[in-house]
């Protein structure tokens, strides 16, 4: 009788620790999703290739940026001279999802038909079918091909798949928002978002306007263009100085501010310092090389 006891005792003890043990496995399984979830919507990070404007620094490079999520979607903003070069260090090639260019000037765009030459060549070698859409807007696309033309180089350029830039548009699991800006030519603001919202807003080249504060309002990141000094500021530069860029940034409640398109000749420390008196959140020159989150 009493060893009929201690039987049923044990096996009760043995029940009551297996579902303990169940309820740590569980509970350690949905932390372990919840992590996961986490991680996935939350990563989207922006590499600074370069954060020069029109004639670069020694040493330093054309803007350009790196914007990626961890799905493995990259895409490359803007292509000025030495961008194929500069986004090796961090993806290869075939790894480029899609290219966006927010105008046709030299300084956004010519690396454009080097990295054409690289997808025809690596498709010839590797065999493969790699067919990178490019965003530009219509303007740039005729520029793109007329250069092509001249320059006898159509099948590299071919290896493409150029397309004209909408005002909103999926890529993967990132949403891309386009905005006219204020500059010579046909030129694009570029807006980024990811599945929760978080976006990051980069204004290109372009003179100050309202409709650009609208656009990057609310931003978590906003890259703007400080090609000028206080002293510059002129409707007819069509560009922005450190002062406006705060403005925009302070306008827009732009939750953190990166100065980009920076003239060589100018000392960064002073338009940093201009933008500053505007704007009192987060703010800096936006480093080359350096990774940035939203
Ligand atoms: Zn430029
Ligand atoms: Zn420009």
């Given at each position: 009788m009493l060893r009929l006891f201690f039987y049923i005792f044990s096996l009760k003890i043995l029940d009551v620790a297996y579902e303990c043990l169940s309820d740590i496995c569980n509970d350690i399984i949905i932390k372990n999703e919840y992590r996961t979830t986490k991680k996935r919507e939350l990563f989207v990070k922006i590499i600074v290739l370069g954060n020069q404007a029109a004639f670069p620094k020694a040493g330093r490079h054309h803007v350009s940026f790196i914007v990626s999520d961890d799905e493995g979607t990259n895409l490359l903003l803007e292509m000025g001279p030495g961008t194929c070069s500069r986004f090796q260090e961090y993806?290869?090639?075939?790894?480029?999802?899609a290219v966006l260019i927010s105008h046709a000037h030299a300084d956004h765009l010519l690396d454009l038909f080097t990295f054409a030459y690289g997808v025809y060549m690596y498709n010839y070698l590797q065999r493969g079918k790699y067919r990178p859409q490019v965003y530009l807007p219509s303007h740039g696309i005729r520029v793109v091909e007329a250069i092509a033309k001249d320059l006898n180089v159509e099948k590299y350029i071919e290896s493409l798949s150029l397309a004209p830039v909408a005002e909103e548009f999926n890529i993967r699991k990132l949403t891309v928002k386009t905005q006219r800006t204020?500059?010579?030519?046909?030129t694009v603001a570029i807006r980024i978002e990811d599945v929760q919202g978080k976006s990051v807003t980069y204004t290109s080249d372009t003179g100050f306007t309202e409709e650009l504060v609208d656009f990057a309002?609310?931003?978590?990141?906003l890259i703007a263009e400080?090609?000028?000094?206080k002293d510059d500021e002129?409707?007819?530069?069509?560009h922005l100085s450190g002062r406006l860029a705060g403005m925009l940034a302070k306008k827009s409640a732009a939750k953190r501010l990166l100065l980009a398109?920076?003239?060589?000749?100018?000392?960064e420390s002073e338009i940093l310092d201009e933008a500053k008196q505007v704007f009192d959140g987060e703010i800096e020159i936006a480093q080359e090389g350096k990774i940035y989150t939203i």
């Open positions: 993806v290869p090639l075939s790894s480029i999802t204020n500059h010579f030519i046909p309002k609310n931003t978590d990141l400080a090609t000028l000094r002129s409707p007819q530069l069509k398109h920076l003239w060589y000749e100018y000392d």
